[in-house]
């Protein structure tokens, strides 16, 4: 045979006809993985170059990112009230949804996993009372009447607010609480909680507010609402 001759495809053997086969998945599935890579940072590239942008749906998600991340003195947790305020600035149920699209943009995780597990389960909940308290979308310059499912919005994120618990003790999220009150526009609002609270709950908000907050709490809580406009 002459020396300087190659192989034919049917000169192989078996064994190099697998190597070879072997060896040309990886080269494809490394090709496609890298690939995908490629992809998912380009991506995440131009999300991030957004975050730049107040109020873009790209800048929510670094926000919410942060409050993740943004760890406690003591070493870990997260940032509720940096979330909440983030949460709450969202301005419709649309936005938000574009909002959950940019995380996996940016991060290529589900936001809404990673909050479930940031959260408690009564944290978790108020956040989703917030949400769906918001407009399907927001107009700009259009006057935002309140409506039956906000009211029920406020009233349930009190009721997680009372439900919070710390590991197995029972507690009060003060926060959560004041940041509703600072919310609700009027004392008209704040009747009309009320109700939807005992529509939903069959409980007296004034009642489980007193039994909540300690005395000391109660009457500077109460006096955000009687400072606001009558309705």
């Keep these: 045979m002459n020396p300087t001759s190659t192989h034919t495809q049917s000169d192989f053997t078996t064994k190099e006809k697998i190597q070879y086969t072997i060896l040309g998945v990886l080269v494809l599935g490394g090709s496609f993985f890298i690939g995908r890579k490629l992809v998912k940072t380009a991506k995440s590239n131009s999300e991030e170059k957004k975050t730049y942008e107040e109020g873009s749906s790209a800048t929510y998600a670094k926000q919410i990112k942060m409050a993740f991340d943004n760890d406690?003195?003591?070493?870990?947790?997260?940032?509720?009230?940096?979330?909440?305020?983030?949460?709450?600035?969202?301005?419709?149920?649309?936005?938000?949804?574009?909002?959950?699209?940019?995380?996996?943009?940016?991060?290529?995780?589900?936001?809404?996993?990673?909050?479930?597990?940031?959260?408690?389960?009564?944290?978790?909940?108020?956040?989703?009372?917030?949400?769906?308290?918001?407009?399907?979308?927001?107009?700009?310059?259009?006057?935002?009447?309140?409506?039956?499912?906000?009211?029920?919005?406020?009233?349930?994120?009190?009721?997680?607010?009372?439900?919070?618990?710390?590991?197995?003790?029972?507690?009060?999220?003060?926060?959560?609480?004041?940041?509703?009150?600072?919310?609700v526009p009027t004392q008209t609002a704040f009747t009309q909680v009320a109700k939807a609270y005992k529509l939903e709950f069959g409980r007296d908000l004034i009642s489980d507010l007193k039994a909540e907050l300690e005395f000391w709490e109660y009457a500077p809580m109460m006096q955000i609402i009687n400072t606001k406009p009558k309705g």
């Design 72 to 183: 406690m003195w003591f070493g870990w947790g997260t940032d509720e009230e940096a979330l909440r305020k983030t949460i709450r600035a969202i301005p419709s149920k649309d936005e938000f949804r574009k909002v959950i699209n940019s995380y996996q943009n940016l991060y290529s995780r589900s936001m809404m996993k990673d909050m479930q597990d940031e959260l408690t389960s009564t944290e978790y909940n108020e956040m989703l009372a917030i949400i769906s308290g918001k407009p399907e979308r927001y107009i700009v310059g259009s006057t935002t009447l309140i409506s039956n499912v906000q009211y029920q919005s406020w009233a349930k994120r009190l009721k997680a607010a009372f439900d919070i618990t710390y590991g197995p003790f029972p507690g009060t999220d003060e926060d959560a609480i004041k940041a509703v009150f600072m919310e």
